[in-house]
Nanobody
Framework: QVQLVESGGGLAQPGGSLRLSCAAS????????MGWYRQAPGKERELVAT???????NYADSVKGRFTVARDNAKNTVYLQMNSLKPEDTAVYYC????????????WGQGTQVTVSS
């Protein structure tokens, strides 16, 4: 079993910054990718950013140039640095670890609220 524990998040003003962290523990083997998704009220969950253990990143167009995803492979931890925050970034952010070689399985964090408001 795999457990993900998120930290960070909270309230920020427009133009401000926040940093999210997510640490995985348990049977963490064969990581395909790590990353972050978000879900705003009344909307579907959407990809924010992902990163592979080798460092290949993928970002949603809406966050390119503002958010940076990073990882620490030794600690099984993924980070999301969020700069130049906008009110539309307000959502619950979920970390994700995708594990497996032939069959993939997704594991999710508990979610952390990010609110951008003046």
């Amino acid at each position: 079993q795999v457990q993900l524990v998120e930290s960070g998040g909270g309230l920020a003003q427009p133009g401000g910054s926040l940093r999210l962290s997510c640490a995985a523990s348990g049977s963490v083997f064969s990581i395909k990718s790590m990353g972050w998704y978000r879900q705003a009220p009344g909307k579907e969950r959407e990809l924010v950013a992902t990163i592979t253990p080798g460092g290949i990143t993928n970002y949603a167009d809406s966050v390119k140039g503002r958010f940076t995803v990073a990882r620490d492979n030794a600690k099984n931890t993924v980070y999301l640095q969020m700069n130049s925050l906008k009110p539309e970034d307000t959502a619950v952010y979920y970390c994700n670890f995708r594990l497996g070689i032939y069959t993939m399985r997704d594991y999710w964090g508990q979610g952390t609220q990010v609110t951008v408001s003046s």
